[in-house]
């Protein structure tokens, strides 16, 4: 069974950072792209970032572009989101979620399973 | 203008048909993208449903009803999920999204409340 496991979401004040990361199991990790969604109290889902299965090719969100950065341990199979300069308006739930298929390029295909979230908040 | 427009609400009856659209930008042809479908209910993540650019190319995910089906309305420049016989269970926040200009975007969601 596929299973996301994200963890590191926490209270932290403006300007502060913070480390996110996702457990996985139940599939061959380094062989499926990795993506980061969020979703604010009450709002839509926002895409964050993504990288592809091998780690070379990554992706943000002009909302997040310069302060986030996303990596993949695929030894140790997890996929990690650092988080820089947080504002405000990062509050939200965090969800990794992994792609549809292996082996293709990140952009070809979508997630297809997601984790439970980890919620961060940005508060003074 | 966003890419990917999605009614806020839609109401159904149960065993009724219940037609949700993800309407494109003026400009951006929905016939060129895969669209993904997603439920969400209130405190759990996304749920993948299925996934649509043509009926040759298309995906229902795992365990997901067969009365849940996707398909594009070319004159409208809209994707749509439709849920044949709805039901209690249906009730939820459904997002649809695409790969746009490097990014993965979603539609704004819409609720259907099954009534």
Redesign the interface.
């Known amino acids: 069974e596929v299973q996301l496991l994200e963890s590191g979401g926490t209270l932290v004040q403006p300007g502060g950072s913070l480390r996110l990361s996702c457990a996985a199991s139940g599939f061959t990790f380094g062989s499926y792209a990795m ?1 980061w ?1 969020r979703q604010a109290p009450g709002k ?4 964050v970032s ?1 990288i592809s299965y091998s780690g070379d090719s990554t ?1 943000y ?2 909302s997040v572009k310069g302060r986030f950065i996303i990596s993949r341990d695929n030894s140790e199979n997890t996929l990690d989101l650092q988080m820089n300069s947080l504002r405000a308006e990062d509050s939200a739930v965090y ?1 990794c979620a992994k792609h ?1 298929y292996s082996g293709w390029d990140y ?11 980890t919620t961060v908040t940005v508060s003074s | 203008q966003a890419v990917l427009t999605q009614p806020a609400s839609l109401s159904a009856s149960p065993g009724a048909s219940a037609r949700l659209t993800c309407t494109l930008r003026s400009g951006v042809s929905v016939d060129t993208y895969r669209m993904y479908w997603y439920q969400q209910k209130p405190g759990s993540p996304p749920q993948y449903l299925l996934r649509y650019k043509s009926d040759s190319d298309k995906h229902q995910g795992y365990g997901v009803p067969s009365r849940f089906s996707a398909s594009k309305d070319a004159s409208a420049n809209a994707g749509i999920l439709l849920i044949s016989g709805v039901q209690s269970e249906d009730e939820a926040d459904y997002y649809c999204m695409i790969w746009h200009s490097s990014a993965w975007v979603f539609g704004g969601g819409t609720k259907v409340n099954v009534l």
């Open positions: 993506t969604v839509g889902l926002e895409w993504g992706y969100s002009d969800y549809q952009y070809f295909y979508g997630p297809d399973v997601w984790g439970q979230g």
